[in-house]
């Protein structure tokens, strides 16, 4: 860890100490409200360690809390993190040769970590930034849930306190960037119509699936 920290300068490790605090609070919030809506201490714990993508998780236990099942939240999860697959072919080089490694590396691809890694300018950096940033926002989120999730007990309604708002305006936090795109916009808008329509006819997650049917609309125009 020492030689990573030497390769680095106090500009990167303040970026990724900002990061790390900002994914924090998310996941302190992710904790608190998936324990206060009624499931376990340990299913959002263990999601965290397992899955490690916060899109996706929110997704999943978002729409467990309004009632849907299992099938229907890891399908609806599964596709946000497709983004992720050009960004394991863009850092594969920094995850080393050895297999627990480039397992374990590949575990810690996010969008911040593979944005870190492809910012560097030589492939001693890239490692390095990946590798430093991919830890400490791991170790940061999962300390960060299990605390929310033990909050999350004493909490009661969610409601009272103005925490099932969370998780929307999370999600839509985490969609806004992406909206500058021609395409991502006609896709969100189609996608989001599919869903108010479906909502009050179909039960919990099925207006989530469905909304999916947005992705018609990204392509592009000749």
Sequence with gaps: MRSLLRTQDRGLLRDVALVCLADGVIGI???????????????????????????????????????????????????????????????TDVLGKGRSSRLFGAHLITDETAAFALAQPDP?????AFWISGLGLFVTWNICVLAGALAGKAVGDTGAFGLDAAYPAVLLALVLPTLGDAGTRRAALLGAAVALAATPVLPPGLPVLLALAGLLAARREP
């Design 124 to 128: 001693a950096r890239r490692k390095a």
């Design 29 to 91: 919030s992710f904790g608190a409200i998936a324990v206060a809506g009624g499931l376990p201490v340990w299913l959002p714990v263990v999601m965290s360690l397992v899955v490690f993508a916060g899109a996706a998780q929110f997704s999943a236990v978002g729409i467990l809390l309004a009632g849907g099942g299992p099938v229907a939240a890891v399908a609806a999860a599964l596709p946000l993190n497709t983004r992720i697959v050009p960004f394991s072919l863009a850092v």
